[in-house]
């Protein structure tokens, strides 16, 4: 820490160790250079444009040196000026420490010489820089859990590399809302309202892949980006300036995905990433949507899967026969000794089985499904059993799936025809995302359906009169199989409007909410029963309690025929108290995929209610977007 | 058993013609989450992910130490970055020693700065000894540091 002499001059001007630099001259000349106007100042500074003037992303006040800085490009880059010529004294806490990326910019555009700077000691900002020490990017994209509401679209981050070899030992750039409630609804709403302030942390990488890998088992892609390492240094400098700044973190826009934008730009600012979703009709930002934009920015140079522990499980028991599998299951669950396989197996399997039952204690054990003494106990007579019997020539590798930002878009509408009850309609549908039980499943995970916003219009020309048929805010539907191995809870929730046969024969709407849980089951690779007990709230005026709730079961099965074609044939009966009445329904939903655009859907249904059937039929064309 | 460990390792270390420096004084927090890295920064607090609803990473897995008492290489001088990366990773790199390859063995590998040349036989050497470098389930990362150490210089 060098000790300086200094005399503060009126003009606000510091001298380091050779002459003092005029502030107002450094005023002067960004405005001559029109510096406020430069790209990669409103990109570090997070504006855009609004109404005449600018905005900030920005919430926290820390992060200006003007009082209007948040609205005032000018202003604020004055400020600056003002800022990086304050005495050294302030160690890290100086403006060349704390906003690196700002003040590398000011002092190449003012053509400053760094010498003539103040030249305080940024010992964490430079510790923090070694550390990391960035090489390479790499977009990281931990996908949703398969039956994990929370991490429904994803979840995107930055690996930044470093001259490390091995990946496991670079660093994670992570963008997340702070938050400490527990509870699914406080967070969900809170979220969607943007009540939470998102921070950047940056952490080992392994961190990170544990958390998705084992934790959450969720399959993580990697999108390797051509960013020069100065590039990327200037990445993870614009990430320092943002470590503790808060956000207010807004699920659908201002979340993860689109925060890392603004990095990206900052790498590079003549890309252009973050505007084409303020100029878009919908407001939201969906992590996998991210990718192709940073894909279509030509960005990405190499994609990568890393398979989760389940998957990894999943994979491995597939190579095996039924009885290696229960043996493997055995030594893992039942504690069976690893050590007397050799009278039954080859050497391979031998090997699969012992690794196979170290994941599976390793996932059993990360979902609190083993004690921690057992845990031990059985874990390393596992390992130490293997270790005897030498190593595989090639690693097993898990397939790679599709590729997430090769699915299909997020968004759907539809157009189409059919008969209800004798009578014609023309049908719209239309979908702000995600993805439908009925949607190719390429790039998305099997058995998860996540629909949000979601509306169906008819028109029936007879009657000349259009109708809204059903409005979801939220349907979710999530498959998960059972086997040896996992025996998961499937489950679902709806909630909106809908429309169904009342007393009098006419379809009303009304408000529900639907909700269940059950039990699925693989019956071969492309066909996938299961059951559920659902829970049905109805809410309307025509009740005379105003209310109706029911229950009763689903049983469905869902087949993939070809790879081009899926079949949902699925039925149920719910039981009403309040207001007594049955409804039993059936349902065959057939869609056919043209291309990555979009396909056809066939759907037949019957339903009876208060003792009145009704059945249709509809065809309809989809198209994604 | 960790004491017999540490009288060997003292053992070797005194009849040891190499000098090997001791390891430097560790962080009182031992070696658990974020204790080296950014310690000090704001925003470094406990972060829900974004899209989960998990805490990060300070899970501890059956044979990893978690926080405390990790106990300190005295054999080797482990970077604080070994130290934390092994803690954090025990159970996944004993199932790597044990298969005798995989991802983060390799880590581990050059953060003990083996030689790119060496690494089969470092990874063959650690696999044929597993019953060294995990000598029980009660193992710290410290030992297992050191066990390595031991049978791979």
Redesign the interface.
């Known amino acids: 820490m060098s000790v300086s002499l200094l005399v503060l001059l009126p003009s606000g001007s510091a001298a380091g160790t050779g002459p003092s630099i005029d502030a107002t001259s450094l005023k002067r000349m960004v405005q001559e250079r029109a510096l406020a106007e430069e790209r990669l100042w409103h990109v570090l500074m997070h504006y855009r444009a609004k109404g005449s003037g600018y905005e900030s992303l920005v919430d926290d006040p820390d992060y200006f040196f003007a009082p209007r800085g948040k609205i005032d490009p000018a202003a604020e880059l004055a400020a600056s000026v003002e800022a990086m010529l304050a005495p050294p004294d302030q160690g890290d806490e100086h403006f060349i420490c704390r906003y690196p990326a700002r003040s590398e910019w000011l002092v190449e555009s003012l053509d400053v010489d760094p010498q003539i700077l103040s030249r305080p000691d940024c010992v964490?900002r430079d510790e923090?820089l070694a550390?990391v020490d960035p090489q390479s990017a790499v977009l990281v994209f931990p996908a949703a859990h398969n039956n994990?509401p929370?991490?429904?679209?994803?979840?995107t981050l930055l690996r930044i590399g470093s001259s490390?070899?091995?990946?496991?030992?670079s660093h994670a750039i992570?963008?997340?809302?702070?938050?400490?409630d527990?509870n699914?609804l406080i967070?969900a709403f809170k979220g969607l309202f943007g009540l939470y302030d998102?921070?950047?942390?940056?952490?080992?990488y392994?961190?990170?892949l544990?958390?998705y890998s084992?934790?959450?088992h969720r399959d993580v892609w990697e999108y390797r980006l051509n960013l020069e390492p100065e590039e990327v240094r200037r990445l993870v400098l614009h990430s320092w300036e943002m470590?503790?700044?808060a956000s207010d973190?807004f699920?659908f826009d201002e979340?993860?995905s689109f925060l890392l934008l603004y990095l990206l730009e900052a790498a590079r600012p003549e890309l252009n990433l973050t505007q084409p979703y303020y100029d878009r009709f919908s407001f939201w930002v969906i992590?996998s949507d991210t990718i192709v934009s940073v894909k279509e920015a030509g960005l990405v140079e190499e994609v990568k899967y890393r398979p989760s522990l389940a998957t990894r499980i999943e994979h491995k028991a597939s190579l095996l026969d039924e009885s290696a599998r229960r043996k493997s299951h055995a030594i893992a669950v039942a504690g069976a000794s690893p050590r007397e396989l050799a009278e039954n197996y080859s050497l391979q399997e031998q090997?699969q089985i012992?690794?196979l039952s170290?994941?599976y204690l390793?996932y059993r054990?990360?979902r609190k499904e083993i004690e921690?003494d057992r845990?031990?106990?059985r874990?390393?007579p596992v390992?130490?059993a293997?270790?005897?019997l030498?190593?595989?020539d090639e690693?097993v590798e898990v397939p790679r799936p599709v590729p997430p930002e090769l699915g299909h878009a997020p968004g759907r509408w539809a157009l189409g025809a059919g008969a209800r009850d004798s009578r014609y309609f023309l049908e719209f549908n239309w979908r702000a995302a995600y993805h439908d039980l009925l949607d190719p499943d390429e790039g998305f995970t099997q058995g998860a359906q996540i629909n949000f916003i979601s509306l169906k219009a008819r028109y029936f020309p007879e009657r000349n009169n259009l109708r809204l048929e059903n409005l979801h805010l939220v349907d979710i539907f999530s498959l998960a199989p059972r086997d040896l191995f996992f025996s998961p809870i499937s489950w679902k929730v709806r909630g909106g409007l809908e429309r169904k046969p009342f007393t009098d024969g006419e379809d009303l709407l009304y408000v529900g909410i639907n909700t269940g849980g059950g039990m699925a089951w693989n019956l071969g690779p492309d066909a996938l029963l299961y059951l559920m007990a659902d829970a049905d709230l109805n809410l309307s005026d025509r009740f005379r309690d105003k209310v109706s709730l029911g229950a009763g079961p689903t049983l469905g099965c869902l087949l993939q025929l070809t790879s081009d074609w899926k079949a949902h044939l699925h039925g149920g009966a719910l039981f009403y108290g309040f207001e007594e009445h049955e409804h039993y329904r059936a349902v065959l939903e057939q869609n056919y995929r043209l291309s990555r655009e979009g396909g056809v859907t066939l759907k037949a249904g019957w339903e009876r209610a208060f003792d009145q059937s009704k059945a249709e039929i509809m065809l309809s064309l989809n198209r994604y977007f | 058993m960790r004491k017999l460990g540490v009288a060997l390792c003292a053992a070797v270390l005194m009849t040891s013609v190499s000098t090997l420096a001791l390891a430097a004084p560790y962080g009182t927090a031992g070696c658990g989450l974020g204790s080296v890295l950014f310690k000090d920064e704001p925003g470094g607090v406990q972060i829900f992910a974004a899209t989960t609803n998990a805490t990060f990473g300070n899970q501890t897995f059956g044979i990893t130490t978690g926080t405390l008492n990790c106990g300190d290489p005295i054999w080797v001088t482990g970077s604080a970055e070994t130290k934390q990366f092994v803690a954090h990773n025990m159970d996944a790199l004993a199932a790597d020693i044990a298969a005798g390859q995989g991802e983060t063995l390799d880590a581990f590998a050059e953060l003990m700065e083996v030689p790119v040349d060496q690494r089969a036989a470092f990874a063959e050497t650690l696999q044929k000894n597993f019953d060294q470098v995990f000598t029980s389930d009660q193992v710290v990362m410290a030992e297992v540091i050191d066990n390595t150490a031991l049978l791979t210089r």
């Open positions: 964490k923090a550390k994990g929370a991490s429904m679209f994803g979840h490390y070899q091995s990946e496991l030992l992570n963008y997340a809302a702070f938050s400490t527990t699914g967070y998102g921070y950047f942390t940056v952490l080992p392994y961190e990170k544990n958390e084992s934790l959450e470590q503790g700044i973190y699920f979340n993860c992590p090997r012992l690794d170290a994941e390793r054990f990360s921690e845990y031990k106990k874990y390393l390992l130490a293997r270790s005897a030498g190593t595989e690693m």
